[in-house]
């Protein structure tokens, strides 16, 4: 949900005013503003992650997951629940190296996305997720 919030308001105003952010912290950046990092926040770290929830907990069948879906044997949401621990791990490694400091939140949000990856591999989980039939 935090990146839903932030990267809206990053998309919104890609100023970083909204959220009391200078651009001056972009300077190390390949970024002139937080337009960019904000849609990727939002979308691949918010909207995405949370169709994979519902994924995870409905299983729907998508075609179009599907096509993103590396690990056949599992179902998409599991997949895509493993790309977002490791997209979250990037996403704070590329933030740390941008920002060049680190703060607390880096670290919980990396524990997370380290969490989500070891979570995911858990053998009881794969099992849950492979595909029968």
């Known amino acids: 949900m935090s990146a839903i919030l932030g ?10 005013t909204m959220l009391k952010m200078s651009l001056e912290m972009l300077r190390y950046s390949p970024f002139s503003d937080f337009l960019i990092p904000g849609l990727f926040l939002l979308i691949v770290l918010g909207i995405v992650p949370l169709i994979t929830f519902y994924g995870l907990i409905r299983e729907p069948q998508s075609d179009f997951a599907e096509k993103f879906n590396l690990d056949k044997d599992q ?24 920002l060049r400091s680190v703060h607390m939140l880096h670290l919980l949000y990396s524990l997370l996305g380290i969490a989500i990856v070891i979570l995911s591999q858990m053998p009881g989980v794969r099992e849950y997720y492979r595909k029968h039939g």
């Open 75 to 98: 179902h998409w949401s599991h997949t895509f629940s493993y790309y977002t621990g490791l997209m979250l791990i990037l996403w704070i490694d590329f933030e740390v190296m941008f």
């Open 7 to 16: 990267g809206g308001a990053l998309t919104i105003d890609p100023s970083g």
